[in-house]
């Protein structure tokens, strides 16, 4: 069988971009059983709900993803909130530990997919937006949107 190449996008957190800033963003390998990998291969997750996070032992942990279980799985089928491991060097680790010991800081997943034939997930170090800053961006959005669609009406009408 050919190795798998490429990358394939399984799911995306679009609302994290809304919700926090992004400052900073990484790659990190996924731990996960076989019923787990089959249904992300059927493309069927969800990552609303999740956030990473360090245990006692300085392991990054990915918690809330949702990844229902695998539909021609049996007793051996996966729970569907579970804690999964994330992989990263520690170099990596030491860095998003002191970052999410800063005020306000927290780790959001923003895709989930395969990466020649591997599972990854890109996390992000992310501060919490205001109400105001995510009015202000929707704002600064539509103003963008009204402008182009000025211009396209006037290089329609010049021709």
């Known amino acids: 069988m050919a190795k798998e190449t490429g990358k394939k996008l399984v799911a995306s957190n679009r ?15 996924l731990v996960l059983m076989g ?37 021609n799985g049996n007793w051996t089928n996966h729970t569907p909130r579970r804690r999964r491991k994330m992989l990263l060097h520690r170099r990596e680790l030491d860095k998003l530990l002191a970052a999410t010991r800063e005020t306000g800081h927290t780790l959001v997943p ?22 105001y800053d995510k009015r202000h961006a929707l704002r600064e959005r539509q103003d963008n949107r009204e402008a182009d669609r000025a211009i396209a009406a006037r290089r329609r009408g010049e021709q």
């Open 15 to 29: 609302k994290a971009r809304h919700d926090y800033l992004i400052e900073d963003t990484y790659e990190a390998g």
């Open 110 to 131: 923003l895709s989930l997919y395969f990466k020649d034939g591997r599972a990854k997930v890109e996390i992000a170090v992310a501060k919490g937006k205001k109400n």
């Open 35 to 71: 019923t787990e990998v089959k249904a992300l291969r059927m493309g069927r997750a969800s990552l609303v709900d999740g956030w990473a996070g360090f245990d006692r032992d300085d392991e990054l942990w990915l918690e809330g993803v949702h990844i229902p279980e695998y539909l």
